[in-house]
């Protein structure tokens, strides 16, 4: 019996439900384990659910205040789930993969080593919208992988750019000391 059946997400999500208020420990070890194996798996299931539809909130936000706030919503997600230990090792690949393709399919006009990279950051199982540079961006949210390496990089040829030269003010002084709230 492993074919996989379409239901819709009402009776999927009410099923869990169901489980969740079900006492199995009347009915003995063998029931309780098995039932525990299921409730395990739709757990996982129901997390899948709510990443994916945390990335098409993403994907689908009308503006870049929106899309912040969706890409802060799925990195909770994400790092909730990946907390947790409901997951076997199998579905935490799948579950990588599967970010991978999305990202991919989003970011757009990537070189074949900032490609090559990002397989290997996610195969080392690393989510895509992370980042080994631990950068964030203006508005407080932490840079995808992509983004992050070029301003790395940038920031390794460019020093000056980002770091102030000897003797040069972080903040020059300005004439009036009012603060700008």
Known sequence: MNENIMIPRSLFERIVELLDGFDASRYGYNFCRE????????????????????YAR????????????????????WSRMREKDVRTKNDRLVLLRDSLMEYEATIGGMTVQELVKLRQWVADGNSPYDNPCFLYGDNGVIMDYITAIRINEDMCLNPDDYFPSPGQELCPDDEDDDLPF
């Open 35 to 54: 039932y525990e194996d299921v409730q395990a798996a739709l757990e996982v299931k129901m997390q899948k659910l709510e990443l994916r539809n945390a």
């Open 58 to 77: 993403i994907a689908s936000a009308e503006d870049e205040d929106a899309r912040v706030m969706a890409r802060i919503q799925y990195q909770r997600l």
